[in-house]
């Protein structure tokens, strides 16, 4: 054995599942918790944002904006969300999908849109402008 670290196969996606719960842990005024024992999710101001499997799936669900959201759909490997309120989820059903970058950009976008939703007050308070 030389003792050179395991290359990953050039499929695997960077960072994946992980690195988006860290980046979502990132996020101004987010917390994270378990709910309906299945999922873990992440809020902003009591609301959520983003919802993850607790199991080893890589799916994730979070908040779109409209504009965006029959062109998402349009990507293998992502489907309509759960019905959570008025404003359109998608499921991405692994990390791989779509470039990590992206995929945090939607993120933060979904935390935006239901920041912008929150009092100024409550904004403040969590830190964001």
Known sequence: ???????????????G??????FCRTL???TEDVKWVEHRVFSVGGKM?????VSASEAVRFRVDPAVYPILL???GIGPGPK???EPWIKVDHASVLPLEELQELLRESHLLVAEKLSKKLRA?????
Request: hydrophobic share 50%; charged share 10%; aromatic share 4%.
């Open 1 to 15: 054995m030389s003792g050179a670290a395991a290359v990953p196969p050039a499929s695997a996606p960077a960072g």
């Open 17 to 22: 599942k992980e690195a988006l719960l860290d």
């Open 28 to 30: 101004p005024g987010a």
């Open 49 to 53: 944002f983003a919802i993850f499997d």
């Open 74 to 76: 349009r990507t293998p």
């Open 84 to 86: 959570l309120g008025h």
């Open 125 to 129: 308070s969590l830190g964001i402008g």
